[in-house]
């Protein structure tokens, strides 16, 4: 079980958008910033958003993030083929001293 | 650009000990961040092993705290996990990645940036006999 909870699955149509949901607590989300990671398959994880809501450079726009209070949400506008891969939220917990993850969701573009 | 890339052997016995090292280029480990192991089962998500930092801070994945341990070798720039008594469960592509903030003033409870920012591609260890 993890400690963020991701819907295991999205899907949306090319050009449509999409939302991708983590929830938390207050000893993780609720007070330390949240980034997210795209998966490809057979690849490594890739830094998508860090501090809730910045992008690194070469990430598109079309990725953005938000925080509101102990939940963290991805949102992907513009979607596009390449774009089905696993996302994953992760956050620092201070009750555990550890950092986590949530569970992953599969984006899939219909 | 920094790069990071593991190696070590792709199988292990049970009961044995699992040896990783990440070699670092492009970046000094002695320059401020912290460097960290994930690993992710087969088909799974991700599950943060532990990290350390150049001056002796290291934090373990509580669940995994008793069999881990994480070293930085600042004369190679690498650093390496090892994990002791092994099981099936272990079996995982297991990935070293740099964190950059301080895990540290976060687990004190300062609102800081901390993300994992560059990974390597990634090894897969499968323990068997």
């Known amino acids: 079980q993890s400690v963020l909870t991701q819907p295991p699955s999205v899907s949306a149509a090319p050009g449509q958008k999409v939302t991708i949901s983590c929830s938390g607590s207050?000893?993780?989300?609720?007070?330390?910033?949240v980034s997210w990671f795209q998966q490809l398959p057979g690849t490594a994880p890739k830094l998508l958003i860090y501090?809730?809501?910045k992008r690194p450079s070469g990430i598109p726009d079309r990725f953005s993030g938000s925080k509101s209070g102990t939940s963290a949400t991805l949102d992907i506008t513009g979607l596009q083929t390449g774009d089905e891969a696993d996302y994953y939220c992760g956050t620092c917990d201070n009750s555990l001293s550890a950092v986590v993850f949530g569970g992953g969701t599969k984006l899939t573009v219909l | 650009q920094v790069q990071l890339q593991e190696s070590g052997p792709g199988l292990v016995k049970p009961s044995e000990t699992l040896s990783l090292t990440c070699a670092v280029s492009g970046y000094s480990i002695t320059s401020g961040c912290f460097w960290g192991w994930i690993r992710q089962p087969p088909g799974k998500g991700l599950e943060w092993i532990g990290s350390?930092?150049?001056?002796?801070?290291?934090y373990y994945n509580p669940s995994l705290k008793s069999r881990v341990t994480i070293s930085l070798d600042t004369s190679k720039n690498q650093f390496s996990l090892t994990l002791s008594s092994v099981t099936a469960a272990d079996t995982a592509v297991y990935y070293c990645?740099?964190?950059?903030?301080?895990?540290?003033?976060?687990?004190?409870?300062?609102?800081?940036?901390?993300?994992?920012?560059?990974w390597g591609r990634g090894t897969l260890v499968t323990v068997s006999s």
């Open positions: 350390s930092y150049h001056g002796g801070i290291t």
């Open positions: 501090d809730n809501n």
């Open positions: 207050s000893s993780n989300i609720g007070n330390n910033y």
């Open positions: 990645a740099r964190l950059v903030g301080h895990l540290d003033w976060v687990f004190s409870g300062v609102v800081a940036t901390t993300y994992f920012d560059f």
